[in-house]
C-alpha cells in the first residue's frame, strides 16, 4: 500500500511551508541582487536540502540550476568533517568538478541550518554571475579548451565563519572579475536570501520538533518518490532508443555532428538512461558534468511523467543513469563545460525522441534546443565602464500531439526573460533594431512547429562579440511523419554586401565596429505529425498571421 | 441630507448598500446577478431598496458602482477588433512578451493569446534612443496607408506603442492626431498617455489591453448612467477602480484597465474603512470565497497599491491594490493525488452542484463538507434556515472519497482538509507580509467573504496574529467599500536621475509637472483646490540594480536636506524590505509618481450604544462542535449575529451564525462585540 508509510495531511501542510521558504530566499535574491541578469532574467535559483544533502525543495526556477545544488552540499560534507562546521557558516562554490558546480558563472552558495547543534538542513541559492573571469567577459566562450580559461574555479569554502563575512575569500573572488562591483551586490544578495532560508527553516523546526521535521522531509521525499514512480507504470515497458547530433564543439570545425545517444529502458516504475555511444568528451566547452546531467534527465521526465512532482531526491530514486566518463555527458576534468546549456538541451530533445516511441502522446517534436546565447563586451563611452552584456534567446518549442508548438520561447532546462530593450538600450551602448519571429522556421505538419527569434543588435561603439550557440547545422527533427524546423544563424550586416554569416554557432572575440548590426536568429521547431493531415484553416491563418509564407505552404501542404 | 448609494456587481450576486447620511446607518441588500445582462439585476436592486427603505430616487446624492465588465472582457476574450501601430521591427513584442514559457514543467500549457492578431500589428518607421532624442522621424504617410488598411479590417481599437516614448510622447502624439482624422470613430490608446513608464513590453500591453477593453467599457458605462437616470437619480455615477478609488465615467472612458482589476479593491477599501472606525490601521485583509481567496496587507489604513499585477494572464503597470489571489476557499474539492497527499484545491465545487452537505448532487468532498462533519457550520440549515444541510450526506462522502483510500479516520480527514486549506493561506498571507518585509504578528486580519470568518481565527493562530476583526456584514463589505473610497488618479513620469544635489531641480521639475496634472485633473473632476489630496513617490533603486522601492514625499523636494531624507528613507525601505542597505551607495531616482485624491463625501456610519458584556440573549443553542485545541468536540454555545449588542463578550469556544455567514471563535479565546458592532477575537 503506497501511502502506509507517510502521514498524507503533514507531507502537505510541511511541503507548502517549505515552499513557501524557498520562494521567499528567492524573491529575496531577485530583489536584493545587483546585476540585471539576477534581477529582470531571474537567473537564479534557491533551494533546501535535508541533513544529508538530498534536495527537498526547490522554487520554481530555471531547471538547469538544480545541477548546480544537486552536489553543493554532498561536496561541502565530504571536504569538511562535521566538526568543522558551524551554525553561522556558508560555503560558496562553482567548481564543476570541486564544486558540485555545472559552470563558473554558476556561484552557489550554501549554508547548514542547526538545532541542538546537529546540522538539520542545508539551504542554498544559486546566481548567475556575468563575470568570473577567464580568458574572455562574461566567462562562457565558445573557443575555452579547458576549465582552466573559463574564470576563477572556487571549491567549496566558508564566505562567512560563524556569522562572520570573511572579507578575504570576497576580496579574492572580486579580484578575479571583470565586473567586481556588480559581483559584490550579488553576493550579498545571495547571503541576505540564505539568511533568510535559514531563519524561516529554524522557526518550522522549531514548530514542529526536530524529530517530526525529520520525519515530515523524509515523507515528502517518499511522496514525490511515490508519485514519480505511479507515472512511470503509465509507459509501456521496453527500451527506446534515439541519437542526435550537435552541430561541432566551436573549436575542432572538421568534426562535425557529434552523436548523442540515449537507450532509455522502462521498467515497471523505475527507469534507466544509457547514454553509451555518446561522442567523447570534446575540446570546445560543450561538455556535461554529471550533476549537470543529472539536472536535465530530472527535468525531462518530471515534465512528460508529471509536472506536479515536488522538485525533490525522493523521485531520483526512481531514475538509473548510466553515462560512461570522459564522453560529452559525463566529462571529466578538464574539459571546459562554459557552453552546457546547448548539450543539456539536446539531451532533452533525445530522451524525448526515445521516448515518443513509447508515449508519443506527451512529448514534443524537436525544440530549438541550444541555449542561443551572445555576449557583448567593451567601454561604454557615456561613463567609461567596461560592462558585459550576456543574453540568451529563446526560439521555437517543438510541436505537440494535438496543438502546434510555442513560438519564441525558452525551452526545457532553461527559462529566462530577456532584458527589456529600453533597459538594454539605458544601460549599454547597442541598440536593438529588430525583435521577430522568423516566418517558416516551424517545420510543418498536421501540427507546425513553434517559430524561432530574430534579434538585430546594432552597435554604437566598438565592441567584442562572443556566442554559444548550436542546431546551426542539425535542425530540430518532427515527429510521426512532421517536417523539420529551420536552423539558427549569426549573421553580421544581413542584407548588406559586407554580409558574414559566421561559421559557428560558438565564436569568441569578434570585433564589431559602431554602426554594424549583428543578428541572431535561433532555430524554429519540428512539426509533428503528417502535413497532409494538418487542417486547411490553420494553413489559411498560418498564412494570414505570416508565420508561414505562401510559397513555403504550398511546398510543405 | 440625502443618501449614498453603492452598487457591486459580482459574478454570483449584486450588492447593495444604501447610506443615510441622518441616520448614519447603512441599509443592504443582496440579489442574485444577471450576467448576461448586468443592469438587470442593478435597476431592480435599486428600485428594491430605494423602496424597502422608502426613499425617493432624487435623494440620492452619490453613486459609486463596481463592475467586472472589464476583467471579464479581458478573461472570457469579448474585447473590441483591435490593431496595434508600432516602432518598426517591434511588431512581434506583443506575443514574444519576455520569451519565457508559461509553465517551465508542463509542455502542453500555451501562453494566452495575444489580444492582437499578428497581421493587425502594423509597423511605422520612427525610432527614439534611449535618451528620447529622435534617431528617426515618423514616416507620417505611412501611418496614413496603415490606416486606410485597417478602415478595411473594421477595427474597433488601435493602440499605439513605440519605443521609449514614455521619453518623448511626440511621434505618438502624431499618430494619434492622424488616426482621429483618419478614423475617428475609432477608439484609441497611445503608451505615453496610458502608461509614459519604461520597460517597453509592460507599457505595450497595459495601453493593447487598455484599447481592447475601451468600446467595451465606454458603452456599459454609458448605459448604466442612462439607466440610473431613468430610474430618477439625479447625481453623476462615479466608477470604481482596481486602485481603492473612483473615477468618473468620462475618466472612465478613457482609462477602462484601470478598472480591470477592481474587484477585490472595493473589498480591501471597505475593510479598510470599516477597520479604521474600530481603531485599527495596520490589517490584513482575509476575503475567502467559494473558489478563492485574496489577502492584502496595508499600514495606517492606507490600501498597498503596487504595478506589475497580471489580468487575464498579461502584465498590466498601472497600480492596483496589491491583492493575492489563491485558488481555494469554501467550495474547494479535497482530494487524494497519486503519491498518496491529501490536496485541496485549485477545483472547485462551485455553486454547481456544491459540496456534498448541500444536497444538490456534489459527490466530491469540500472544504465546506469538512465544515459541516466537524459543525463549525450548521449540521442542519445556514442561510438562517432558508438552506438545508444534509450531514449524513458530508460524512459520507469524506469517508467514501478520502477516508477509504488513506485509511484516515473521517475526523482526521475533516481536520486534514481544514489543516491545509488553511496552510494555503498561511502561504498567501506570507506572500503579501514576509516576503515584503512585514511581520504579520504586528497586524489585525479582517475576515471576510463567505467563509472568512470560519477561517479566519485559526489561520491567524498560526501566524501568530492575536486579534481578529469580523465586520457587521462580511458579505456586502465590498458595496460599503465603494462608499469609502477617494476619486483617485495615479499620473507617472520615468527619467533616470542619480539622487544627487545637482539634479535636485530635475527632479523637482518631474514631481512638479506631475503635480500640477494631478491638480488640473482634479479640478475637472470638479474637486476644489482645498480638497484636493496630492501624495508623491519616487521609485528609487541603487546604481545598478534594476528594481525600485517606492519612497513617499511630501511633495518636491526644494532642499538637499529634503533630498538627504529621501535617501536615508530609501535606505532603511531596503533594509527592511531586503535585510541590507548600503548608505555608501550611489542612489538614483526612476519613476516619479503622484497621485491625485480628492475626498468624496464618504459614508460615516455612527457607533451603537454600548450594552452589558452578557451575551447570553444571543445564545441559539449548543451544538458540539471539533476544535483542534482540545482534539475533541465538545460543547459550544451557538449565538445569533443580529442578536448581539455593544460590548457583550463570548468566551471561546464559540460559533456566532449570520445570514451569510458563520464566525469561529476559537477555546482559550475570547471574542468582544465593539460599537461598530464587530466582532473582535482576541486571540
Known amino acids: ?557 | 441630507m440625502g443618501y449614498k448609494l453603492g452598487v457591486d456587481v459580482g459574478g454570483t450576486f449584486t450588492d447593495l448598500c444604501l447610506f443615510d447620511e441622518e441616520e448614519k446607518k447603512n441599509m443592504v441588500l443582496k440579489l442574485p446577478s444577471t450576467p448576461q445582462d448586468p443592469s438587470k439585476a442593478i435597476i431592480e436592486g435599486i428600485k428594491n431598496i430605494l423602496s424597502i427603505n422608502k426613499v425617493n430616487p432624487n435623494k440620492v446624492n452619490y453613486l459609486v458602482h463596481g463592475t467586472t465588465v472589464g476583467t471579464n472582457a479581458a478573461i472570457e476574450r469579448k474585447g473590441a477588433k483591435t490593431a496595434l501601430i508600432t516602432t518598426e521591427g517591434f511588431r512581434d513584442l506583443l506575443e514574444l512578451a519576455r520569451q519565457t514559457r508559461p509553465s517551465i514543467y508542463d509542455l502542453y500549457k500555451d501562453k494566452p493569446e495575444p489580444i492582437v492578431k499578428r497581421n493587425l500589428r502594423k509597423e511605422v518607421t520612427e525610432r527614439l534612443r534611449f535618451d528620447g532624442t529622435v534617431e528617426k522621424s515618423l514616416n507620417k504617410e505611412q501611418v496614413s496607408d496603415v490606416l486606410e488598411e485597417m478602415l478595411k479590417d473594421d477595427i474597433e481599437a488601435v493602440s499605439v506603442c513605440f519605443m521609449h516614448s514614455y521619453l518623448n510622447p511626440a511621434h505618438e502624439k502624431e499618430v494619434k492626431q492622424i488616426i482621429q482624422e483618419i478614423l475617428p470613430d475609432v477608439y484609441v490608446s497611445v503608451s505615453s498617455e496610458v502608461l509614459p513608464e519604461y520597460r517597453e513590453y509592460e507599457r505595450l500591453m497595459t495601453t493593447t489591453l487598455n484599447s481592447y477593453l475601451g468600446p467595451v467599457v465606454s458603452k456599459y458605462v454609458n448605459n448604466f448612467a442612462e439607466n440610473i437616470k431613468e430610474i430618477g437619480i439625479e447625481t453623476k455615477p462615479y466608477i470604481n477602480q482596481s486602485n481603492s478609488g473612483v473615477m468618473s465615467i468620462e475618466v472612465t472612458k478613457n482609462n477602462p484597465v484601470r478598472t480591470a482589476l477592481s474587484g477585490p479593491s472595493a473589498g480591501v477599501a471597505g475593510a479598510a474603512y470599516i477597520a479604521k472606525l474600530a481603531g485599527f490601521e495596520d490589517i490584513i485583509t482575509f476575503d475567502m470565497g467559494g473558489t478563492s481567496t485574496d489577502v492584502s496587507l496595508m499600514q495606517h489604513s492606507i490600501p498597498k497599491v503596487a504595478t506589475g499585477k497580471s489580468v487575464a494572464g498579461f502584465p498590466v503597470q498601472v497600480p492596483m491594490t496589491d491583492v493575492h489571489a489563491v485558488g481555494a476557499g469554501g467550495g474547494s474539492i479535497a482530494w487524494i493525488d497519486n503519491g498518496g497527499v491529501l490536496k485541496v484545491g485549485p477545483h472547485s465545487a462551485g455553486a454547481s452542484p456544491g459540496p456534498a452537505a448541500y444536497d444538490k448532487g456534489g459527490t466530491e468532498p469540500t472544504v465546506t463538507d469538512a465544515n459541516v462533519f466537524l459543525k463549525r457550520l450548521n449540521p442542519e440549515y445556514i442561510l438562517e434556515g432558508s438552506m438545508p444541510i444534509n450531514y449524513a450526506a458530508a460524512n459520507e462522502v469524506i469517508e467514501d472519497k478520502l477516508s477509504v483510500q488513506t485509511g484516515l479516520s473521517v475526523i482526521d480527514a475533516a481536520k486534514g482538509i481544514l489543516k491545509i486549506v488553511n496552510s494555503n493561506m498561511m502561504r498567501a498571507i506570507r506572500v503579501v507580509s514576509v516576503e515584503q518585509g512585514h511581520d504579520p504578528r504586528e497586524f489585525t486580519l479582517v475576515a471576510f467573504g463567505g467563509a472568512g470568518a470560519l477561517h479566519a481565527a485559526h489561520v491567524a493562530k498560526e501566524l501568530g496574529i492575536k486579534k481578529v476583526l469580523v465586520p457587521d456584514s462580511p458579505g456586502i463589505l465590498c458595496a460599503v467599500g465603494l462608499l469609502a473610497s477617494d476619486l483617485r488618479m495615479d499620473f507617472v513620469k520615468t527619467e533616470r536621475l542619480k539622487a544627487a544635489p545637482q539634479n535636485l531641480s530635475l527632479i523637482d521639475e518631474k514631481l512638479n509637472e506631475l503635480i500640477t496634472e494631478a491638480k488640473e485633473w482634479l479640478l475637472e473632476e470638479g474637486v476644489p483646490m482645498e480638497q484636493q489630496m496630492i501624495d508623491c513617490k519616487i521609485d528609487i533603486r541603487y546604481v545598478g540594480q534594476n528594481y525600485e522601492l517606492s519612497i513617499p514625499i511630501k511633495g518636491a523636494l526644494k532642499t538637499e536636506e529634503n533630498l538627504k531624507v529621501l535617501q536615508q528613507a530609501f535606505h532603511s525601505e531596503h533594509e527592511k524590505a531586503y535585510g541590507y542597505a548600503n548608505e555608501r551607495e550611489e542612489v538614483e531616482c526612476i519613476n516619479y509618481r503622484v497621485i491625485g485624491r480628492g475626498a468624496t463625501s464618504k459614508i460615516n456610519l455612527r457607533s451603537h450604544e454600548a450594552g452589558s458584556t452578557d451575551a447570553s440573549h444571543a445564545v441559539l443553542g449548543v451544538r458540539n462542535v471539533y476544535f483542534d485545541e482540545v482534539d475533541a468536540f465538545i460543547n459550544t454555545k451557538v449565538y445569533q449575529r443580529k442578536k448581539l449588542k455593544p460590548n457583550n463578550i463570548i468566551e471561546g469556544p464559540a460559533i456566532v451564525e449570520q445570514m451569510d455567514s458563520t464566525t469561529v471563535i476559537p477555546p482559550h479565546s475570547k471574542a468582544q462585540v465593539d460599537l461598530y458592532k464587530n466582532i473582535i477575537i482576541n486571540l
Open chain 1, 1 to 557: 500500500m503506497k501511502t502506509k508509510s507517510i502521514d498524507p495531511i503533514t507531507v502537505e501542510v510541511m511541503g507548502n511551508a517549505l515552499l513557501s521558504i524557498a520562494e521567499e530566499m528567492s524573491v529575496t535574491l531577485v530583489r536584493t541582487s545587483y546585476s540585471t541578469n539576477i534581477k529582470e532574467r531571474k537567473d537564479s535559483s534557491t533551494a533546501i536540502f535535508n541533513a544529508k544533502g538530498e534536495t527537498i525543495a526547490q522554487a520554481a526556477a530555471i531547471p538547469v540550476h538544480l545541477g548546480s545544488m544537486l552536489g553543493i552540499c554532498k561536496e561541502i560534507l565530504a571536504k569538511y568533517p562535521l566538526d568543522q562546521i558551524n551554525p553561522g557558516d556558508m560555503f560558496v562554490a562553482n567548481d564543476p568538478y570541486n564544486g558540485g558546480g555545472t559552470h563558473l558563472p554558476d556561484i552557489t552558495i550554501a549554508q547548514p541550518v542547526f538545532k541542538d547543534g546537529e546540522i538539520q538542513a542545508f539551504v542554498a541559492n544559486i546566481a548567475h554571475h556575468s563575470d568570473v573571469g577567464g580568458k574572455v567577459a562574461g566567462s562562457s566562450s565558445g573557443d575555452c579548451t579547458s576549465i582552466f580559461q573559463e574564470g576563477l574555479r572556487i571549491p567549496p569554502i566558508k564566505i562567512c565563519s560563524k556569522g562572520i563575512i570573511n572579507q578575504d575569500i570576497i576580496d579574492m573572488i572580486l579580484l578575479n572579475c571583470r565586473t567586481p562591483k556588480e559581483r559584490l551586490g550579488d553576493l550579498w544578495a545571495q547571503i541576505a536570501s540564505n539568511r533568510i532560508g535559514e531563519n524561516r527553516i529554524e522557526e518550522l523546526i522549531n514548530k514542529y520538533g526536530k524529530f517530526m521535521f525529520k520525519e515530515g522531509l523524509e515523507a515528502f521525499l517518499k511522496y514525490a518518490e511515490n508519485k514519480i514512480r505511479d507515472g512511470i507504470k503509465q509507459i509501456p515497458n521496453g527500451v527506446y532508443e534515439f541519437t542526435d547530433y550537435l552541430d561541432d564543439d566551436g573549436i575542432e570545425l572538421t568534426k562535425k555532428h557529434l552523436p548523442i545517444k540515449v537507450s532509455v529502458k522502462v521498467q515497471e516504475d523505475h527507469i534507466i538512461l544509457d547514454f553509451t555511444g555518446s561522442v567523447k568528451q570534446v575540446k570546445g566547452g560543450i561538455n556535461v558534468v554529471k550533476t549537470a546531467l543529472y539536472a536535465t534527465i530530472y527535468y525531462a521526465l518530471k515534465a512528460i511523467i508529471d509536472s506536479e512532482i515536488p522538485s525533490n531526491a525522493g523521485y531520483y530514486r526512481a531514475i538509473e543513469v548510466i553515462a560512461p566518463e570522459g564522453t560529452i555527458v559525463n566529462a571529466t576534468p578538464p574539459a571546459a563545460v562554459g557552453g552546457r546549456t546547448d548539450t543539456c538541451q539536446r539531451i532533452v530533445d533525445v530522451i524525448y525522441g526515445a521516448l515518443a516511441k513509447a508515449v508519443p502522446e506527451k512529448v514534443v517534436a524537436g525544440c530549438n534546443s541550444a541555449v542561443t546565447t551572445v555576449l557583448f563586451s567593451g567601454t561604454d563611452p557615456r561613463n567609461n565602464n567596461f560592462f558585459v552584456y550576456p543574453e540568451s534567446l529563446g526560439g521555437g518549442l517543438g510541436a505537440r500531439s494535438n496543438k502546434d508548438g510555442i513560438d519564441g520561447v525558452h525551452v526545457h532546462v532553461t527559462n529566462s526573460s530577456n532584458l527589456p530593450i529600453e533597459c538594454l538600450e539605458m544601460e549599454y551602448p547597442i541598440m536593438i533594431e529588430k525583435f521577430e519571429f522568423i516566418k517558416d522556421s516551424g517545420g510543418a505538419g498536421k501540427y507546425r512547429g513553434g517559430l524561432g527569434i530574430r534579434r538585430d543588435y546594432k552597435i554604437t561603439v566598438p565592441m567584442e562579440f562572443a556566442s554559444h550557440a548550436d542546431r546551426q547545422k542539425n535542425a530540430p527533427w518532427g515527429l510521426l511523419g512532421g517536417k523539420p524546423g529551420k536552423t539558427g544563424k549569426f549573421v553580421i550586416n544581413p542584407g548588406t554586401k559586407e554580409e558574414k554569416i559566421l561559421q559557428s554557432g560558438k565564436v569568441s572575440e569578434i570585433e564589431l565596429k559602431p554602426g554594424d548590426i549583428l543578428s541572431a536568429q535561433t532555430p524554429g521547431s519540428g512539426g509533428y505529425g503528417l502535413p497532409s493531415e494538418r487542417e486547411e484553416k490553420r494553413i489559411k491563418e498560418d498564412i494570414l498571421l505570416e508565420k508561414t509564407t505562401l510559397h513555403q505552404a504550398e511546398k510543405d501542404y
